[in-house]
């Protein structure tokens, strides 16, 4: 499975680690930046990924900035994208199996890398569900089309 990550200079040391950990555990990881330091507009982070993800290059994407909320906004301008930001495991894994989520965000002055790790796992274990949260999932991507 390919995942493509994407952060603003405040998610890089986080972006880092849980590329890593990812890594170790077998995922491919497309790297779309920041590695910088360096003050960065977020936008454009979630903008790469969002649209990864949207042309399949991608099969899941993972956003970090300062508290997630910025990247998963841009992202979810990008057509076909559902971001959400979560801070804690339950939601994860609830997003991707009511919510058919396709990119996780989260927030590096919000979450410690431990807990990160955890929220990535239940999300990326998490399977969706279908029946009828496929109809509601369908009824917020028309949306895109009205
Ligand atoms: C950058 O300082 C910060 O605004 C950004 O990382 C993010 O938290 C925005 O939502």
Same mark, same amino acid.
């Given at each position: 499975? !390919?995942?493509?990550?994407?952060?603003?200079?405040?998610?890089?040391?986080?972006?880092?680690? !849980?590329?890593?950990?990812?890594?170790?555990?077998?995922?491919?990881?497309?790297?779309?930046?920041?590695?910088?330091?360096?003050?960065?507009?977020?936008?454009?982070?979630?903008?790469?990924?969002?649209?990864?993800?949207? &042309?399949?290059?991608?099969?899941?994407?993972?956003?970090?900035?300062?508290?997630?909320?910025?990247?998963?906004?841009? &992202?979810?301008?990008?057509?076909?994208?559902?971001?959400?930001?979560?801070?804690?495991?339950?939601?994860?894994?609830?997003?991707?199996?009511?919510?058919?989520?396709?990119?996780?965000?989260?927030?590096?002055?919000?979450?410690?890398?431990?807990?990160?790790?955890?929220?990535?796992?239940?999300?990326?274990?998490?399977?969706?569900?279908?029946?009828?949260?496929?109809?509601?999932?369908?009824? !917020?991507?028309?949306?895109?089309?009205?």
């Amino acid at each position: 499975m !390919i995942i493509a990550m994407g952060n603003d200079h405040s998610g890089v040391e986080l972006k880092l680690e !849980i590329k890593a950990y990812l890594e170790e555990k077998g995922y491919e990881i497309m790297d779309l930046g920041t590695n910088s330091t360096e003050s960065c507009d977020y936008p454009v982070y979630g903008e790469k990924v969002g649209r990864a993800v949207a &042309a399949k290059e991608a099969d899941l994407g993972i956003l970090i900035c300062g508290t997630g909320i910025g990247i998963s906004l841009a &992202a979810n301008k990008v057509k076909g994208i559902r971001t959400c930001v979560c801070s804690e495991p339950f939601s994860a894994k609830l997003s991707k199996m009511h919510n058919n989520t396709n990119i996780l965000a989260f927030g590096a002055r919000v979450v410690g890398s431990e807990l990160a790790k955890m929220i990535v796992d239940q999300w990326l274990e998490a399977e969706f569900e279908g029946g009828r949260h496929q109809r509601r999932v369908d009824q !917020i991507m028309e949306i895109e089309n009205r």
